[in-house]
């Protein structure tokens, strides 16, 4: 059995997969894994023991440019960029799968949309399994919490049956991607889906969070089965400065918004905030390129590390609460600050405060004063021990699960 793992997106979309295919390698499953052809995902991917199919293109500067274009356009421009964006993925990735795709009995799709949606047309022509995974409850159809907003789509105004919600969802991604999917599907001579949404989630969709984090409560509008968190092991150790700086003082604050690329004046307000409290600092570079704001020796500047090892030997975490590092930080026990920038980040900020397990920033902008204030609240003597206590019950065995119900799941091709 040969199963294909496709994802495109950054590494909290990356690592995951690369954790579920070497689960099903465990198990004697052949796992290739399709992500964006950044040196790093290689990288990740063969450490996982999988072999590596890249997407249609690296992420990292198309993120960027992604991101730069839509801060200065207007929301129906951001709109009609979403769906430009989306025509040109489905094809491009329809073709990178295509061939990725090759001697597989099934494709498991985690990422962007229209990237899941080449994966769906993909199996469809090759009589492939096709399962649609995402790492986030708030994602699917249910009663129990409202779709996500789109520019010029919003919800209807006084609509508090979510049920209806979800009804408008489908329009809506019917309006931003249905073009882009039916004339792809054209193309193939593939007659067109009239529900886009429905069309890419498929039959039983796969959550991949920890269920303490992220409960899902059970909902007829989709099937859903959810299998905790996908977590690699890493073995590998911390750099020798790093060892060296964390053994010459008391546990810093660790700060690091992943891919996301913040203003440096974000990694200034973090290291003042620190400072104020008396605290190092360890400064995760990122996709923002954050670096120390002076030469005070209380800061130290890393790039990409072992979190589970380092995690585990700091005060705090301050990020921008990517499903992955959130429940990195949670299995650590250390307190965190959740300064939430797009997507599901706001959930999981929500979460991390209704945990007690740290605090959540009150919007994407940190100041020294606002992010001081949060740090505060995360170093408390009741947060910290509260986030202690919880590490236990955060689950490390989500990608095994996984791997096993892929195997046992019923042969249903996608045609």
């Not at 920033?361 to 408390?380: F, N, Y």
């Amino acid at each position: 059995m040969r199963i294909l793992l496709s994802t495109y997106g950054s590494r909290g979309d990356v690592e995951p997969l690369a954790a579920l295919g070497a689960a099903l390698q465990a198990l004697g499953v052949e796992a290739r894994v399709s992500a964006p052809g950044d040196d790093e995902f290689a990288a990740l991917v063969a450490r996982a023991g999988a072999s590596f199919a890249p997407a249609f293109a690296p992420v990292r500067e198309w993120a960027k440019e992604m991101v730069n274009r839509s801060r200065s356009a207007s929301p129906e421009d951001r709109a009609r960029l979403i769906s430009g964006q989306a025509a040109e993925i489905v094809a491009r990735q329809y073709e990178a799968l295509t061939t990725a795709a090759e001697g597989c009995d099934v494709v498991v799709a985690f990422g962007l949309f229209p990237s899941c949606a080449a994966a769906r047309m993909v199996a469809e022509q090759r009589g492939m399994r096709y399962v649609l995974g995402t790492f986030c409850p708030i994602w699917l159809p249910s009663q129990h919490n409202r779709p996500h907003e789109y520019p010029v789509h919003p919800l209807p105004p006084g609509v508090t049956d979510n049920r209806l919600l979800w009804e408008t969802d489908i329009r809506t991604k019917n309006a931003l991607f249905g073009e882009a999917i039916n004339g792809h599907r054209a193309s193939l001579g593939l007659p067109p889906v009239q529900n886009a949404r429905d069309y890419v989630y498929g039959d039983t969709v796969l959550l991949a969070c920890d269920p303490v984090l992220g409960p899902w409560l059970p909902s007829d509008l989709i099937d859903a089965v959810q299998t905790g968190a996908f977590i690699l092991p890493d073995e590998r150790p911390l750099p020798d400065g790093l060892e060296a700086f964390l053994d010459a003082g008391p546990p810093p604050v660790y700060v690091g918004f992943g891919s996301i690329s913040v203003t440096s004046e974000a990694g200034r307000a973090a290291i003042e905030a620190i400072r104020a409290k008396g605290l190092r600092t360890v400064v995760a570079q990122g996709w923002a390129e954050l670096s120390r704001i002076d030469d005070g020796d209380d800061c130290f500047v890393i790039g990409e590390v072992n979190q589970q090892a380092l995690f585990g030997r700091v005060a705090a975490v301050i990020h921008h609460g990517g499903a992955g590092t959130t429940v990195a930080t949670a299995r650590a026990g250390a307190p965190q600050v959740i300064v939430p920038q797009i997507g599901d980040q706001p959930y999981w900020a929500k979460r991390t405060a209704e945990l007690g397990i740290g605090a959540a920033h009150d919007g994407p902008v940190p100041t020294t004063e606002s992010l001081s204030a949060a740090l505060g609240a995360a170093l408390a003597p009741e947060t910290r021990a509260r986030a202690s206590a919880m590490a236990g019950n955060i689950r490390a065995d989500g990608a095994e699960v996984a791997a096993r119900l892929l195997i046992e799941l019923p042969g249903k091709s996608s045609r």
